[in-house]
Structure formats: structure tokens, C-alpha cells
């Protein structure tokens, strides 16, 4: 049975890096210090003159298995670049820093060996903290944010009341499953670590997309109405129904547009 699962994993992944590479994109690394942090991507050969969307997972397997549904649709428009996060798939680091602070600093980096200074980027779950990270630290950088499913103004006792739900004692644990067990308990969470509180101060000309499922588990649908409130006017909420923590896999179709639009301006 074992090696069954394996064989079937194993051929859904090669089916997605063909279609990744039928989309354009290739599977790239690059040192950023001297091989003590690499990280590796799929994205195009070689820039063109599409804009660039840069785009950010969360929690659980590498990138390609998170967006595989968003790459063919905005590889049409953009110069697509997939990442994987370090301590994720194919990236890594010597550091033991394990913020999102770490991991934005290190897209930046990425982003700045490719050459490439303006971008948007969409982050989902984790993947949103580090986004908005980027955007706090870099905005003449970024020209639109999306954060999905993200609590970027997560608490510590959303952290508790989460662990109690689960019966858990570390957030790290049901994030970083080790075993199956904690992994089937994670995946129920998800389908229908250390919290900060950051300050919410983007650029005045700033815009932000939050998108949300409409049945979270995970970061519960009242984090995103407040996450509305603190980042003001400049903020969209756009909650979609019948999906919970990963809408851009389980609404795809409804994701990929509420998210185009809002990068073309048609929101």
C-alpha cells in the first residue's frame, strides 16, 4: 500500500512539472549569499515585458502543489514567478531565523538577483504574512497585494484557542505536521506560529486584496472583516463561498478571476 501511494504521489508531481513546463516556466535556483541560503523557483527562462506576479504559499507542500491551479491562468498576463519559501521544497538556508520577516527578506533577495524591480505578489496562508512583509518593507517595489486566508493581525490567544480546538500544545506542531496523524488533523482544518501584531501602515497608494473562504477553520472569517477594518479604504475583502483555507484549490476558477481583476483594475 505503501509504495502505492508513494507511485501515485510521485505521478501527480510529474504531471504538474509538465504542466508548469508546458506554461513556460522552468524549475531555477539561485544562491543568494554565497550557497549559504538558495532558493528555488519555477518561473520564465527569461523575463519579458509582462508584469510580473510573484506568488507566495503557505503552510504544507511545495509551491507547485498549492498553486497549480492559478499558473496556466496568469501565465497569459504575467511573468509568473513560483517560489518555494525556505525550509520548503527545494530552498533552504544555514540560518536558523524562522520568521516571515527572514523569508520576505530573502524574496526581496531573490527578486533583486533576477533583475526584477516592480512586482506584484499574492500570498496565501504563511505566504500572506511574508507577503505583506514585502509590502510593508518594499513598497516602491510592490504595486498590488493580495493576501489569502492570511491573519496577518493574528493574536496569541487566536493561536490558544486554536490549539485547544485541536487539542495541541504547539502551533508549530499542527503547522509542521510530523506524522500522518497530525496531518489528517491539519488537512480537516484546512479544507471546508509565532503571532505578531504588526502595525498596518502601508503606502497611502497601496492597494490590498484579502481574499477569503467563506468557512475557514483556520484563520476564521471575522480575522479578515477586521484585517478590512485596520488596513482601511485601500483594502478589498472579496469572501467566497463554499471553500475554506485554500479557496485558490478548492474555488480556483472563482479565485483566479476576483484576483485577475483586481490586478487589471477592475475591481
Known sequence: MGSSCLSIVSLFGSFIR????????????????????????????????KPKLVLIHGFGPESMHQWRHQISFFTREFDVYM????????????????SE?????????????????????????????????????WPERVEKVVIASSAVNLRRRDNEELLKKVKMEKIEDLMLPS??????????????????????????FMEVLIVWGEHDRIFLLDKAIELKKLLGEKAKLEVIKNSGHVPQIEQAGQFNKIVNNFLHGLS
Not at 83 to 98: M, W
Not at 179 to 204: A, E, S
Open 18 to 49: 509538465r504542466s508548469l513546463t508546458a506554461a513556460g516556466l522552468s524549475s531555477q535556483t539561485v544562491d543568494i549569499d554565497d550557497g549559504d541560503t538558495t532558493i528555488h523557483f519555477w518561473g520564465p527562462p527569461a523575463a519579458t515585458f
Open 83 to 98: 517560489l518555494d519559501l525556505v525550509f520548503f521544497g527545494e530552498s533552504f538556508t544555514k540560518s536558523p531565523e524562522r
Open 101 to 137: 520577516l527572514f523569508q520576505a527578506t530573502w524574496v526581496a533577495k531573490l527578486l533583486e538577483k533576477l533583475c526584477i524591480s516592480r512586482y506584484s505578489v499574492v500570498g496565501t496562508s504563511y505566504g500572506g504574512m511574508v507577503a505583506y512583509r514585502i509590502a510593508k518593507m
Open 179 to 204: 506524522d500522518g496523524r497530525v496531518l489528517r488533523k491539519l488537512f480537516g482544518l484546512v479544507l471546508y506560529r509565532t503571532p505578531y501584531l504588526p502595525d498596518f501602515i502601508l503606502n497611502d
